[in-house]
């Protein structure tokens, strides 16, 4: 019974990076069309013109499709110690290790609005010709 909750645990574990990955292939190559308040990367500096706001899912998507597939494997060993333990320690574990996920999940946003700075003033007019978004 353990084994089988340990399992489950695994691939509850596995959720929030394969999300990561999931939705930043999608914002990278197919963001929201349009400045939204219902989905998207949304702050005040993304939201300022159409080109911040593109520019912010090229970068947010570049940088969780990355991070996502980097906690894959690292969840997986992270798991690894408790395999066969008592229902109680996975659980235990497996709460902390989401909680780190959704701290990593959360950190994404200061690369994110570090490049949009580096790029587009707090009204949305680009500051330099940088089109790449590469900072992370």
């Known amino acids: 019974m353990e084994i089988g909750f340990w399992f489950f645990m695994l691939v509850s574990l596995l959720l929030i990076p394969a999300v ?3 939705f930043g292939m999608v914002c ?3 963001p929201p069309k349009n400045i939204n308040s219902w989905y998207g990367y949304r702050t005040s500096r993304s939201m ?13 998507g570049r940088i969780w499709r990355r991070w ?13 110690p408790v395999f066969g333990r ?14 780190a996920q959704c ?7 200061f690369p994110v609005e570090r490049a ?6 707090q009204f949305g007019h680009r500051i330099r010709n940088n089109t790449n978004g590469n900072e992370e």
Request: aromatic fraction near 6%; glycine fraction near 6%.
């Open 20 to 22: 990561m990955v999931g």
């Open 28 to 30: 990278k190559k197919n």
């Open 48 to 60: 300022a013109s159409q080109e911040a706001w593109d520019f912010a899912h090229q970068v947010c």
């Open 68 to 80: 996502g597939i980097a906690m894959l494997p690292v969840s997986v060993l992270l798991l690894l």
């Open 86 to 99: 008592t229902v109680a320690v996975v659980g235990i574990w497996t709460c902390i290790l989401v909680t």
């Open 103 to 109: 701290v990593v999940l959360i950190a994404t946003i």
């Open 116 to 121: 949009l700075k580096e790029n587009f003033d």
